[in-house]
């Protein structure tokens, strides 16, 4: 499985954008997947995860609220809605993908331990104040 991120861009804070995660491969319907986040001389961020069909959801709580996670499996892409942004949102994102974890709770601690077998490369988010 191949994942490309896209959507990043600098927005105002309280604005929104819409991050996508769309994936090559056959198997990408039977993975878990998830987006995390680092800002420049921070630690990795966990932000959200999904399971398998899209009925199963985690969130940060720094985020909850605010972000829905959701995928598409008909067209391989997993979607991150940002609504009211806030500057400690600004951060790379990435998105990433395991088979192995059967709900979006394994995923989500497969993430925080940096535990997935793709990850796609980042795309950039910045709010401005």
């Known amino acids: 499985v191949q994942l490309q991120a896209s959507g990043g861009g600098l927005v105002q804070a309280g604005g929104s954008l819409r991050l996508s995660c769309a994936a090559s491969?056959?198997?990408?319907?039977?993975?878990?997947v998830g987006w995390f986040r680092q800002a420049p001389g921070k630690e990795r961020d966990f932000v959200a995860s999904?399971?398998?069909?899209?009925?199963?959801?985690v969130y940060a709580d720094s985020v909850k609220g605010r972000f829905t996670i959701s995928r598409d499996n008909a067209k391989n892409t997993v979607y991150l809605q940002m609504n009211n942004l806030k500057p400690e949102d600004t951060a790379i994102y990435y998105c990433?993908?395991?088979?192995?974890?059967?709900?979006?709770?394994?995923?989500?601690?497969?993430?925080?331990?940096?535990?997935?077998?793709?990850r796609g490369q980042g795309t950039q988010v910045t709010v401005s104040s």
């Open positions: 990433a993908a395991d088979r192995s974890p059967p709900t979006a709770q394994a995923m989500a601690l497969a993430m925080m331990r940096g535990q997935y077998d793709y």
């Open positions: 491969g056959r198997t990408f319907a039977n993975s878990a």
């Open positions: 999904i399971n398998r069909s899209g009925g199963g959801t």
